[in-house]
């Protein structure tokens, strides 16, 4: 049972934050509004930089900040021609203080992001405006570009095919607009750089994060990895993919109940073997061939296309499951990408060398003030305090909600469930009301775009496979009589009219989508997370619009497959045809919880793993520091080698300063590179022990302190070994062949933490199946 608001708030419980402080502020703006209105554009921008003064880190209830908000609100009408609403005022002062913000979909998330950077910037500082993806940054930026032009603020926006000197000079703008990853990628890269001119150096002051949900909690499990080539071949896993493709379930291989983990059976194992020629393929030095085996069987069995990838122009592109989008240069680690490719049939990509990596959340720490907004923030509101020590608030919407939210639908099979949403949207077509309906998979997606069509019904399908399209898909949803398929990427960030794109409150069109119920937005089944789902509904009912939400699922779903307890999936199996309503809803709500569970305890995981990692780096990073800007940091190399120095250093003193400088650079570089690689490996088997009663995250850390002994002593050995044998000729190929080492590439590797669970997880599951079976007899 929920808790009042009051109480929850009294206890201090996440995400109760009051956000009722900053009234006042927003009504001294309200009372400043005529003042601040009879001023031009010169004198309004003037008077913000000479009237309002910095307060530090966010501002507090006063004049000051009053003003601020009156003037960014006169601002943003004149540039923008929209008048932010005080619910607005009031996400922008909780912004400021460093606060997370929920704010329901279509309450003018932009706008207020645009105010708070304002108000940072007036502060005196530098602000990023942080986002999910290259569209959403650049829109944002371009659309918000008049509001800081008009305040003389400079901004700029940066995305993946950005050049590096206009990174460069972006980072220098007071607003600067970006997708997440991408301030991480050049994080990483700068950490490679050799002098200060290879930087582009981003500045961690202040950072408001759109979508905050989804990039401080959903993305912070997937480590951002810079790479670098590599020779080795993916070609390799050919040889592997034709010997698991003919493979049967049950009789040459078994996959584990959550379908994360699938293993050879001894009869798959004896065939395999007799295939190969071989004896014992868990002999060592046949190691190799069955990592390879085992990766191809899990990219045949675990790893479906049109799910989790697309193959596009002979080419495997990765999907992002939590936005249904096209995840731009990501890739699965250890081979696994590798498998896929030969199981697709297409050309093996180089598979590349992870040189160092970086996890959101590292990222978004190192900010000094971090705050962030999302329609779906009190959901995660633990969870942010937790990983950033940020609390959560709500601001109310400006008008009430007029969505009608029904009764979900639980169907036994996935084909009855497909039926009912068909009969659906039918139904409302001919009535004209537009519909959504939000998909799984692009493979879901296009299946029913398929069925509707056969029904003679127009269709328009958007997911990851054309998502170049996706604002004018998605603007037009809200047309009369418009159908519009999409997967999780529903057009998050993008505004659904009613009526149509061009369409206005009051006009004609509006009027009539309005009097048929709005949008109604239809649910083919739930998501891994309730915030997808509420994402989803909200997408109907923006502004106090009217629209309906409807759910359909089935207890034959991936995610009740997935996630449900064996005692569920066998009541399922054998009253299935007689649960009531409620107790299907039941198993769902489990399933899900289960689901969310799981993510976080991901999350956890990742974030532990990377502890040990992250303080050793930090280590390193301060060697390569003092070794750039230092020739006294040289000096323990350049010991090493007087003799070699001696020789070189009266004729070519410069050259020879630069090549120890290079040289104890990336032979540091490179061990860094072959610990990372070390830890990899230590850390996919970490979880094994569990089995054996010891704590994983524990022994990971142990042993990557032991491994990290004596770390900084090879690399200069390294280096001094490199130098010694190069002769005075040689200097300049050295420096060369140093140069061609550097990191060429990018991409952010696909990592499941610990995917066995905790031994008490196992060892719980394991009693279960004991009871059900040995009392309960259910199994």
């Not at 607009?177 to 700068?190: N, Q, T």
């Not at 993916?234 to 994360?260: I, K, M, N, S």
């Amino acid at each position: 049972m929920a808790l009042p608001r009051w109480l929850s708030r009294a206890t201090g419980r996440p995400g109760t934050v009051s956000l009722k402080r900053f009234a006042r502020t927003v009504k001294r703006a309200d009372h400043l509004g005529a003042e601040i209105g009879e001023l031009d554009d010169a004198a309004l921008a003037e008077r913000i930089r000479t009237t309002v003064t910095g307060t530090g880190k966010g501002f507090a209830a006063d004049d000051a900040a009053a003003e601020f908000l009156a003037i960014a609100r006169e601002a943003m009408d004149r540039a923008i021609e929209l008048r932010p609403y005080e619910e607005q005022l009031l996400a922008v002062c909780a912004l400021l203080s460093g606060i997370a913000v929920e704010l329901d979909t279509g309450e003018g998330k932009t706008l207020v992001a645009a105010m708070a950077a304002a108000g940072h910037v007036v502060a005196g500082r530098t602000v990023h405006v942080l986002s999910v993806n290259d569209y959403l940054a650049q829109r944002d930026s371009e659309w918000m570009g008049p509001f800081f032009e008009l305040l003389d603020i400079g901004h700029g926006w940066i995305g993946q095919e950005t050049p590096h000197d206009k990174r460069r000079e972006t980072y220098r703008c007071a607003v600067v607009h970006a997708p997440v990853s991408e301030i991480g990628f050049d994080v990483l890269r700068d950490r490679f750089a050799t002098s200060d001119d290879d930087r582009v150096l981003p500045v961690f002051d202040a950072v408001v994060v759109d979508e905050a949900d989804a990039v401080m909690i959903d993305e912070a499990m997937t480590p951002l990895v810079l790479a670098g080539t590599s020779d080795d071949s993916g070609q390799e896993f050919v040889a592997a993919t034709a010997l698991v493709t003919d493979l049967v379930e049950y009789d040459h291989f078994d996959v584990d109940p959550e379908r994360l983990n699938v293993a050879l059976t001894d009869a798959g194992l004896d065939l395999v073997e007799h295939e190969l020629g071989v004896d014992n393929l868990y002999a060592e030095a046949n190691l190799p061939t069955l990592t390879k085996i085992n990766l191809a069987l899990h990219a045949r069995v675990l790893v479906h296309r049109d799910v989790d990838y697309l193959v596009v122009d002979d080419t495997v592109k990765l999907i992002n499951t939590a936005r249904g989008r096209v995840a731009e240069k990501q890739r699965w680690p250890d081979g696994l990408h590798a498998a896929i490719e030969a199981k697709e049939g297409v050309a093996s990509s180089a598979p590349g060398r992870m040189l160092d990596s970086i996890t959101i959340q590292d990222l978004l720490v190192s900010y000094d003030t971090l705050a962030g907004m999302s329609g779906t923030i009190l959901p995660v509101a633990e969870e942010l305090l937790e990983f950033y020590e940020i609390t959560s608030g709500r601001v109310e919407r400006h008008r009430p909600n007029r969505r009608v939210d029904e009764p979900p639908q639980v169907f036994l099979t996935t084909e009855a469930k497909i039926d009912a949403v068909i009969e659906e949207v039918m139904a409302r077509h001919e009535d004209g009301q537009p519909v959504l309906i939000g998909t799984q998979s692009v493979a879901e997606s296009e299946d029913l775009g398929e069925a509707l069509e056969a029904e003679g019904l127009p269709v328009q399908v958007l997911n990851a496979r054309n998502d170049a399209g996706e604002a004018a898909v998605i603007a037009a949803a809200g047309e009369y009589g418009a159908i519009t398929i999409s997967t999780q990427m529903s057009g998050r960030g993008t505004d659904i009219k009613l009526g149509g794109a061009d369409a206005k409150p009051g006009d004609a069109a509006h009027k009539e989508v309005v009097g048929l119920g709005g949008l109604a937005v239809m649910s083919t089944g739930r998501y891994p997370s309730s915030r997808l789902d509420a994402q989803l509904r909200g997408r109907a009912g923006r502004q106090g619009d009217p629209g309906t939400s409807m759910a359909f699922d089935a207890l034959d779903s991936e995610l009740v497959r997935a996630n449900a307890a064996e005692h569920q999936l066998v009541r399922i199996e054998q009253d299935g045809q007689h649960l009531t309503p409620g107790q299907a809803l039941a198993i769902l709500d489990s399933v899900q919880a289960i689901s969310e569970g799981l993510r976080g305890d991901r999350h956890r995981a990742t974030w532990a793993y990377h502890r040990a990692i992250t303080q050793q780096r930090t280590a390193v990073l301060e060697r390569r520091e003092r070794i750039i800007d230092s020739d006294e940091a040289l000096e323990p190399v350049l010991e090493r080698v007087a003799d070699w120095r001696a020789e070189h250093e009266e004729d070519a003193e410069e050259a020879v300063r630069t090549i120890v400088r290079q040289a104890t650079l990336h032979f540091l570089d490179e061990a860094w590179t072959d610990h990372l690689a070390g830890l990899q490996e230590l850390r996919d088997g970490i979880h094994l022990r569990a089995l054996a009663g010891q704590n994983p995250e524990q022994e990971f850390h142990l042993e990557a302190l032991r491994r990290f002994e004596g770390f900084f002593g090879g690399a200069q050995d390294a280096a001094v070994e490199f130098l010694a044998a190069l002769g005075a000729d040689e200097i300049a190929a050295g420096l060369e062949d140093l140069a061609t080492r550097r990191p060429s590439s990018t991409w952010t590797y696909m990592i499941s933490d610990n995917p066995l669970g905790s031994a008490a997880d196992r060892g719980t599951r394991k009693l279960g199946r004991l009871w059900r079976s040995k009392v309960l007899r259910a199994e």
